[in-house]
């Protein structure tokens, strides 16, 4: 079982930076994937920025230059830098891990952005 802590999230005017923390903890894998998803009101949840143990990224197209996701081995935590956030970024963000076959979720962090 892994367990998921999300922090970082709020409100934030528009052109502003967030960043946001997700700590691991359980029994993790020592190869595994970490990343971050978003779900907007009334649409699907979608990739954000995700990344292995050994450091390769991978981002969605639309927000790559403005988001940087990065990760402490360490401490299983991964975080995402999040820069000239726009209203359109306003979502509930939540972390997850690939741990071997199974899927963990975190809890959400709601992310507001302000016009």
């Known amino acids: 079982q892994v367990q998921l802590v999300e922090s970082g999230g709020g409100l934030v005017q528009s052109g502003g930076s967030l960043r946001l923390s997700c700590a691991a903890s359980?029994?993790?894998?020592?190869?595994?994937?970490m990343g971050w998803y978003r779900q907007a009101p009334g649409k699907e949840r979608e990739l954000v920025a995700r990344i292995t143990n050994g450091g390769t990224t991978n981002y969605s197209d639309s927000l790559k230059g403005r988001f940087t996701i990065s990760r402490d081995n360490a401490k299983n935590t991964v975080y995402l830098q999040m820069n000239s956030l726009k209203p359109e970024d306003t979502a509930v963000y939540y972390c997850?891990?690939?741990?071997?076959?199974?899927?963990?979720w975190g809890q959400g962090t709601q992310v507001t952005v302000s016009s």
């Open positions: 359980g029994s993790i894998f020592s190869m595994n994937v």
């Open positions: 997850n891990i690939r741990n071997g076959v199974l899927n963990y």
